[in-house]
């Protein structure tokens, strides 16, 4: 199946990004994400499949139980997805951001995670 550019961004964010289960995950990834995907972040840049996987439970180790939520509906024009998301505790917002995605062929081959707020969890 062929996914839309607005529905990749809902499986990165919450099949990926919130999931606990690493087999799942790697599935999704596998499914959803160019091989040789380039995911940017704010402070590095991460290539393929293998360090995407790596760095996605990095992020779930550094902040045991904080979980993303989505803002808005995902949006798409052409190959273009986009995203808007909180993070932190389930019941508080540490951080806010958006990650747009540049896709091909319904898989992401391109990432890039905006910060746009940075708030102190109580």
Do not use: C
Not at 19 to 41: F, M, Q
Not at 49 to 68: H, I, S, T
């Amino acid at each position: 199946m062929t996914r839309s550019p607005a529905d990749l961004m809902r499986v990165n964010l919450l099949e990926v990004f919130n999931e606990p289960d690493p087999a799942h995950r790697v599935a999704v990834i596998t499914e959803n994400y160019a091989e040789d995907v380039v995911w940017h972040e704010p402070d590095r840049i991460t290539r393929g499949r293998k360090d995407l996987e790596r760095r996605a439970e990095e992020l779930r180790a550094e902040n045991p139980g904080w979980v993303f939520r989505p803002v808005g509906l995902a949006s798409e024009l052409d190959d273009i997805g986009h995203l808007g998301w909180e993070y932190g505790p389930a019941d508080q917002l540490a951080v806010a951001g958006m990650d747009i995605a540049r896709t091909k062929d319904g898989v992401i081959i391109e990432l890039y995670t905006i910060v746009t707020e940075i708030h102190q969890p109580s």
